[in-house]
């Protein structure tokens, strides 16, 4: 089983083979989008942690170059080294190994990899790329490690990357927030994807940060099916504001929270 740590990306495990190796596998991709504020990069996130904590190798890929979410999800200090994301797509040509070459490793999650922009960058701060180079990490990136997980901006008609994940993906989790404005939102970003033939058949919706009183009920009428309904956790939200959100989450208000998302990886990834 391959497993990251410190020094190279890989190095082989002595213990014992599922029946099927992962490096027999085709990789996953699950891109994570929704309207701002709707909660992805916390559903990536601890998506990616539970992969890992169930020691499969996953990558989390951090689209966002508005609001770099790298410095927001974890301590500096767990983490190995800072490379960034924007070196891979500043390059003419994408290869297996300039990605592992900017991959970051976490010190206490050894089956995790992360690829994001750094605290202070920006789209500005490296040359253009375009929708050719995004897929091509994202191909490459298969390669590399079974299970990728992507954090998409909300903002897809200017976001190159977010707009190309989304179509590469295997699947889509789309979160809505269970407001109008939510709605109103994403239903202006959809033409985009329709317009490039996306495959509505991929996608999965969510009613994200459900509070206790709120209207669910009638949003879901607006949304109609939706495939997960994820609730709000004060402890995940005080995670966020820290931003530490490899933490367990450990409160009986959590629970639900928790089931959503062992949910949604069984039902989406099959893990």
Not at 23 to 30: A, C, I, K, N
Not at 38 to 51: M, R
Not at 139 to 156: A, F, G, M, Q
Request: charged content about 25%; aromatic content about 6%; some cysteine.
């Amino acid at each position: 089983m391959l497993n990251f740590i410190k020094g190279s990306i890989f190095s082989r495990n002595t213990g014992r083979l599922s029946e099927k190796s992962e490096s027999e596998m085709p990789s996953q991709v699950l891109a994570v989008w929704g309207s701002p504020g709707s909660g992805k990069t916390a559903v990536a996130v601890k998506l990616v942690k539970y992969l890992a904590d169930k020691r499969k190798n996953v990558a989390l890929l951090l689209c966002d170059m508005t609001a770099p979410m790298l410095p927001c999800i974890c301590p500096p200090t767990d983490l190995e080294c800072e490379k960034s994301l924007g070196s891979i797509l500043a390059a003419t040509h994408i290869t297996d190994t300039l990605i592992k070459q900017n991959c970051i490793t976490h010190r206490k999650i050894k089956y995790l990899t992360l690829i994001g922009m750094l605290k202070g960058e920006n789209v500005f701060t490296y040359p253009p790329y375009n929708a050719e180079l995004a897929k091509d990490l994202i191909e490459r990136l298969k390669n590399i490690v079974p299970y990728i997980i992507i954090d998409c901006s909300s903002t897809i008609a200017t976001d190159i990357l977010s707009a190309v994940s989304l179509m590469e993906a295997d699947s889509v989790l789309r979160l809505v927030n269970c407001d109008l404005k939510s709605v109103s939102y994403l239903s202006s970003q959809l033409p985009l994807l329709q317009d490039n033939s996306w495959n509505t058949e991929k996608q999965y919706k969510a009613a994200s940060n459900l509070k206790n009183g709120e209207a669910g009920e009638i949003i879901e009428r607006v949304l109609g099916n939706t495939a997960f309904k994820i609730p709000h956790s004060n402890e995940l939200e005080n995670q966020f504001l820290e931003g530490d959100l490899f933490k367990d989450l450990v409160l009986k208000e959590s629970r639900g929270f928790r089931r959503e998302i062992e949910k949604i990886s069984k039902e989406v990834l099959g893990v």
